[in-house]
């Protein structure tokens, strides 16, 4: 059996985790636990300009969300440490010499405005922009007589004269003339390695396998493959995974709403269903239409050779439909928790009292209520809001609410209701119960004529300040008992509710 196989997630820590990225990181992740291989996170952080500790710190922090935890890589080391190419520039350094040691690699000496000459003029004639090849003729004495006067150089490859090919998984063969690509700059005058050139000697010694990752890659793959040439070095199986596409077709960005992963988490996406529906961005089961997969089951059903070559659409609709799914799923406990800051966050309730047992099992009742009417947690507040207070005048000048309240019978339904829950309380009747609110409103029924909407939409609408919503069995109690507690919001009872409206 061949060796199982080395997979990477070599992120730039220039911004934070997008969809893409984690698609990518996903797919590598199961790939390697659905084989028993090894995946490895490597730090792409060369670019010391845009890269930053904090936006790896987010990378981090957003893949252990997501349940992806890595086998070698910052935090875990192992055999091919360091795991941040800003702390191996010394290898890229001894493969550079090695390569012109070995003539496969020259100096080259040619200026910013040099090179922006032979772009303009390639432009100008509609050749496609490659190196003129300039210094590739350099004879070594004359390199190294400029290179010791101080002479500026960057470190360009030679690349040989035959095409340059590939196996990539999802695509099959591919295969680029070689003079697409001329002779590609593997250090720059300022001495920093290029992303090609150390992407290509870290896969290699890091003894990767299989380089999975997104398609913006494929044009760089060519360059990648002389390099793999140069050093006489084995290349892996390249898989380049289609573009996320929004739904109008075009490349997903800003423009069609939260692509970073931790938007998901701070909306109240659940990670195991941003996990599935990621898995789905490209991929599909065997002969199947099922859609719904747990990470264990993703890492039993993956196969590379299942991931489509087409473009897939960020589906907002799919992502709400699994993470719908999975808050039913959930242990009520966790969504409390993860739901508990979303109502902080709008200051409906600041300091709740989680440690109160019986606030707990209130908010515990609440959230079961109105969980199934919601996408995402950061929809709860505005769906619950109206249990803490809701604006009478806006509640009463809502088009549908007046049209309710201005009829006769409307009025008379109020007056009705009222006086009923004004002789409980008067009597010390104690908190309304929801066959209590029943039996009123078979009574205002039978003393109004009012059935149906009209009965039940203008007391609907005192209590809430709308005329739909949850049901009432389940309401009365998180008003009654909410009035109750020492709530830092104060939670009205069905009288106080009653009385307010009727004042207002
Ligand atoms: N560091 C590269 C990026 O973030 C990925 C390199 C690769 O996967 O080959 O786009």
Redesign the pocket.
Known sequence: MSRAPRV?????P?GYLHVG?AR?ALYNWLFARHLGGVFVLRI?DTDLDRSEARHEEALIEDLQWLGLEWDEGPGVEGPHAPYRQSERLGIYREHTERLQAEGKAYRCFCTAEQLEAERVAAAAEHRAQVYSGRCRGLAEAESARRAAAGEPFAVRLRIPDHPLRFHDLVRGEVEFPNETVSDPILVRSSGMPV?NYV?TVD?ALMEITH????D??IS?TPK?VAIYEAFGWKLPEFAHLSTILGSDREKLSKRHGATAVGSFREMGILPEALVNYLALLGWGAEGGTREIFSLRELTREFRLERVTASPAVFDWEKLHWLNRHYLKQAEPARVEELAWPHFAGVELLPGFDTANSETKAWFAKLLALFLPAVSQLDELPKKAGFVFGFDLKAARANAENAAVLASESAQKVLAAFAAKVRAHGDAGGGPVTPEQFRAWMNEVKAETGAKGKDLFHPVRIALTGSHSGPEFDRLIPIFEEGSRLPLPAHVTSVRERVERFLAG
């Open positions: 990477r997630f070599a992120p730039s220039t990225g990518t792409e992303y992407v896969d380089v999975i990752r997104g913006d890659h760089n990648q």
